[in-house]
């Protein structure tokens, strides 16, 4: 009976260790400089209310919590690409990744801010 136990409890903890699905990320390539494009991205982040939680210019990488409720993370991602940039944003809550249709605001407002908007 102990045996028996223990092989289903062995077999319900089998199935936790599965791994989360990474985030989607949703990119964008603008003409602007990847130094401005990240000061952009840093600058629109944290008036939408993000606690800037890490930056590196040289690696062109941020990552940013929500400081409020819901609690979102994003992660941004600037890349040189020709004369502009390539950036890339992932959203994450709780750890699980979120629909990167939600980053197009974001990236909506990054465009009119570097005056690439169609």
Known sequence: MRRLVMLMLVALLSGCAATSPTAEPRELALAAPPDETLQEVVGLLLEQGYVI??????????????????????????????????????????????????????????????GLAP
């Open 53 to 114: 939680l890490r930056a590196d210019v040289e690696q062109g990488r941020v990552e940013a919590a929500l400081a409020r409720w819901p609690g979102y993370r994003v992660d941004a991602v600037v890349t040189p690409e020709g004369q502009g940039a390539r950036t890339s944003l992932t959203a994450t809550r709780g750890g699980r990744p979120l629909p990167p249709h939600l980053l197009d605001p974001l990236l909506a407002e990054l465009q009119r801010r570097l």
